[in-house]
């Protein structure tokens, strides 16, 4: 079975939030909350680019996990090149090509969470789509509060019960 860290990490509504800390292979300092959102857009002839950008947070971290591109209803049989501007390690800004789609040969690609630190521009560069981009914004949240997590370990002590060892039993008749 999965853990509690993946279990949340998966989880598709701001209600549904999950703690982590101290368990399976986890280790932190400090709860970590983690939230993961449906994220899509649509590049086409009319809309050309298009960013994602959050605001900066202390403790919080965003994630974007890219899953598919596609090209949707109305695209015709040509070459859709969708390239992504984002920063590198030198927090330079570079710009990479990530697929080539067309109708009739390769109408999607599969991306397998292809993940990009905000802020990110997806820009049509040839083509005219239209292309639908879709995966998860993820968000992860550092709390300082270690005092609910001691409140949290002290709950779990308190459910758990001892094991005994097993009264051996006489000889069989």
Do not use: W, Y
């Amino acid at each position: 079975m999965a853990d509690r860290t993946t279990a949340t990490s998966t989880s598709l509504s701001p209600g549904s939030r999950g703690r982590a800390g101290g368990g399976g292979g986890l280790r932190v300092s400090a709860p970590v909350t983690m939230d993961s959102f449906f994220f899509g857009c649509e590049l086409s002839g009319h809309t050309r680019s298009f960013t994602f950008k959050v605001e900066e947070e202390e403790g919080v971290e965003h994630v974007l996990a890219l899953t598919m591109l596609c090209l949707t209803d109305g695209a015709k049989d040509e070459c859709n090149v969708v390239e992504v501007v984002a920063q590198n390690h030198d927090h330079q800004e570079i710009a990479v090509p990530v697929a080539n789609l067309k109708l009739s040969c390769q109408p999607m690609l599969s991306l397998d969470d292809f993940q990009l630190q905000p802020p990110v521009t997806f820009r049509l560069k040839s083509g005219s789509g239209p292309v639908r981009i879709t995966g998860r914004h993820q968000i992860v949240t550092t709390s300082s509060d270690v005092s609910e997590e001691e409140e949290g370990s002290e709950e779990e002590e308190a459910e758990l019960c001892p094991i005994m060892p097993a009264k051996k039993q006489g000889g069989r008749p």
